[in-house]
């Protein structure tokens, strides 16, 4: 679909949202999400002889993609999170049919800010943002961890079955992926395997996992966080799997002297986590997940590749990811070798 048969589309369907006609205004792709198509735009209408102009976003699917998560899914869940006062976007409107846009969507608020990682870690502007940003994304974390799992709008979440342990769930679940999509023999994401089976912790508390909670998917500004973005990996599981993954060494951007995401260190990651009420921090558990963590990127970069060989999404990005799970098989030979 062309940016103007787009922007006719768009216009048409919040015309029928807000009762006015609508103009979009400054439609553009926003770079960066392999798996979704991100546009920022304006719409621009009457309401009651008042002009309004608002600053929105569309998150729409590209099309046949080898992971399904559902726009809808994603949108409830922004929802629960806006309720219990998790810095997200709030969404408007969800698209769940494929003829407004040709495809599965929603529409939510734009929050203005940063999310390239390199000028975080980097840029003189963003001096304080690195200074208090540990500290703020500990304190999230935990609210995220209290979002009610028992609410009826969030049962299509993935969960363990009972008596099941949540790490068995989700190894089960990230080996049966890589099984079925791994193109080629990999004899280190194999030991890892065995690795994290041997080391199964007990079922712990189970809680929302947003399970993609790393610097990427923050918006931040000089003062540091603003939103938390990217929800459609979440799931019901052991909290301490979001912590691992903040800590796994892909997000640090080459500053590896700090492993909570290349701006600060665990234990001040983990003391903000505690004080905000998610409770003591077990480094050993943290530690499995962060091993796990590694596992579970590596699977992602080949589904990603696959999805480019198959055909799915001709996306140059998607074929670029698939040379990266070398990058994990080093790490995870490291973090198994280390004491």
Not at 209 to 220: A, M
Not at 262 to 274: L, M
Not at 308 to 329: F, I, K
Request: hydrophobic share 45%.
């Amino acid at each position: 679909m062309t940016a103007a048969e787009l922007t006719a589309r768009l216009a048409a369907f919040l015309a029928k949202q807000v009762g006015a006609a609508v103009e979009i205004d400054n439609l553009r792709r926003v770079p960066g999400g392999a798996s979704r198509e991100t546009w920022s735009f304006d719409a621009c209408y009457q309401n009651d002889g008042v002009p309004v102009r608002r600053a929105l976003i569309l998150r729409r699917d590209p099309g046949a993609h080898a992971v399904q998560t559902s726009r809808r899914e994603e949108f409830v869940l922004l929802q629960a999170a806006h309720a219990c006062g998790v810095p997200v976007p709030q969404v408007f409107w969800l698209g769940d049919e494929t003829e407004s846009l040709a495809a599965r969507f929603f529409i939510m608020e734009r929050v203005e800010g940063e999310t390239l990682a390199r000028r975080l870690l980097r840029d003189e502007p963003y001096a304080t943002a690195r200074r208090v940003m540990t500290a703020q994304l500990g304190a999230i974390l935990a609210r995220i961890h209290q979002i009610d799992i028992a609410a009826p709008q969030l049962d299509f979440l993935p969960r363990p079955q009972p008596g099941e342990s949540p790490a068995q769930a989700e190894l089960e679940r990230y080996e049966q992926i890589f099984r079925g999509l791994a193109p080629d023999p990999h004899p280190a994401f194999e030991l890892a395997f065995r690795w994290l089976q041997q080391r199964l912790p007990a079922a712990a508390r189970q809680t929302l996992v947003h399970g993609d909670y790393r610097i990427g998917n923050v918006i931040f500004g000089p003062e540091g966080t603003r939103s938390i973005l990217d929800w459609e990996l979440a799931h019901i599981g052991d909290p301490m799997e979001d912590l691992g993954w903040m800590c796994v060494r892909s997000w640090r951007f080459g500053s590896d002297d700090k492993p909570v995401g290349g701006i600060g260190q665990r234990e001040e990651f983990f003391a903000a986590y505690d004080r905000a009420g998610g409770g003591a921090v077990d480094p050993e558990r943290v530690r499995f997940w962060e091993v796990f963590g590694n596992l579970k990127w590596a699977t992602i970069t080949i589904t990603q590749a696959r999805t480019y060989l198959d055909g799915g999404v001709r996306s140059v990005e998607l074929a670029s990811l698939g040379r990266r799970t070398a990058e994990m098989e080093l790490e995870l030979l490291d973090l198994i070798e280390a004491p």
